[in-house]
């Protein structure tokens, strides 16, 4: 079973699934690992979103890492752990999330918009730092916030074909959502949005 950082370095993006069905979930988790992708983020404001994860940590997670996101509350935490997801991704700083996380062994990203957040992200044990929305702040937003903030930092929301290269020189990973994934996509669909993304993250290199 791979870890998170050894998913990471193979590919250093986060598919995020909001929307997904029972019925999707392996059928997507083969798509998106032949493109090469390994993090699966199942959003918890999804109907199903345990059931979903049960299936993808079934399906795919000695292949690929399978966690949750839009997670609010200490009793999310609990109850993803207990469905087999092994990291927390979260749209806010909330210390009693990160700590929760942190005492079950997962990895914690939850995420900020100031400086203040991320500090008090890092105090409270965070693992990851996720920049949200990043895509209205830029890479050099990012570039700035590392002369203090040494703890790695995911952009996440708005980040697109576009931008993503600027924000891999200066982010240790990048979360994708309806690019991957959305409710309605085909199969080839996914499979060509994630290929596109692929592409752009080797030829950034």
Same mark, same amino acid.
């Given at each position: 079973?791979?870890?998170?950082?050894?998913?990471?370095?193979?590919?250093?993006?986060?598919?995020i699934?909001?929307?997904?069905?029972p019925?999707?979930?392996? =059928?997507?988790? =083969?798509?998106? #690992?032949e493109? *090469?992708?390994?993090?699966?983020?199942?959003?918890?404001?999804?109907?199903?979103?345990?059931?979903? &994860?049960?299936?993808?940590?079934?399906?795919? *997670?000695?292949?690929?890492?399978? *966690?949750?996101?839009?997670?609010?509350?200490?009793?999310?935490?609990?109850?993803?752990? %207990?469905?087999?997801?092994?990291?927390?991704?979260?749209p806010?700083? =909330?210390?009693?999330?990160?700590?929760?996380?942190?005492?079950? %062994?997962?990895?914690?990203?939850? %995420? $900020?918009?100031?400086?203040?957040?991320?500090?008090?992200?890092?105090?409270?044990?965070?693992? #990851?730092?996720?920049?949200?929305?990043?895509?209205?702040?830029?890479?050099? #937003?990012?570039?700035?916030?590392?002369?203090?903030?040494?703890?790695?930092?995911?952009?996440v929301g *708005?980040?697109?074909? =576009?931008?993503?290269?600027? $924000?891999?020189?200066?982010?240790?990973?990048?979360?994708?959502?309806s $690019?991957? #994934?959305?409710p309605?996509?085909?199969?080839?669909?996914?499979?060509?949005?994630?290929?596109e993304? &692929?592409?752009?993250?080797?030829?950034?290199?």
């Open positions: 079973m791979k870890s998170f950082e050894e998913c990471l370095k193979e590919c250093p993006l986060v598919a699934l909001r929307g997904i069905t019925g999707e979930v392996e =059928d997507v988790c =083969d798509v998106l #690992y493109s *090469g992708v390994r993090l699966l983020e199942i959003t918890l404001n999804t109907s199903d979103a345990l059931e979903c &994860i049960d299936i993808a940590v079934r399906h795919a *997670g000695n292949r690929m890492r399978i *966690g949750a996101g839009t997670v609010l509350t200490p009793d999310d935490v609990v109850r993803v752990h %207990g469905h087999g997801g092994s990291f927390i991704i979260s806010n700083t =909330d210390v009693s999330v990160i700590r929760k996380t942190r005492e079950l %062994g997962m990895i914690s990203m939850p %995420g $900020f918009f100031s400086p203040s957040e991320a500090f008090t992200a890092m105090a409270a044990g965070a693992t #990851y730092l996720k920049l949200f929305p990043a895509g209205s702040l830029g890479a050099s #937003y990012v570039k700035d916030l590392k002369a203090v903030i040494k703890t790695p930092i995911f952009a *708005g980040v697109n074909k =576009d931008n993503l290269a600027s $924000f891999m020189k200066v982010c240790i990973g990048a979360g994708i959502g $690019f991957f #994934y959305k309605g996509k085909t199969l080839a669909e996914i499979r060509a949005g994630a290929d993304m &692929i592409a752009v993250l080797r030829d950034g290199k």
